[in-house]
């Protein structure tokens, strides 16, 4: 592979990283929830992990009913 002969200056290099910016996380409101989340993550409410308004996880303790 080449590797260049001479050392960049720290200019070139600044130039370059300077379309770089840092941007804020885009947050949403559930729907089924009202809860505010990082979009495309799923997050927890109560027990219960949901994704785009649907439970994926529900980690409620189970009642001797259900069980039988």
């Known amino acids: 592979m ?3 002969k001479r050392r960049h ?11 770089y910016k840092a941007v804020a996380a885009t947050w949403s409101v559930d ?9 495309h993550r799923a997050h927890w409410v ?6 785009r ?9 189970a009642t001797e009913g259900e069980n039988k």
């Open 53 to 61: 308004g649907r439970v994926v996880i529900d980690n409620t303790p």
């Open 9 to 19: 200056s720290q200019q070139r290099g600044a130039k370059r990283r300077t379309h």
């Open 31 to 39: 729907k089924t929830t009202g809860e505010s989340h990082l979009r």
């Open 46 to 51: 109560e027990d219960k992990m949901y994704y």
């Open 2 to 4: 080449p590797n260049p």
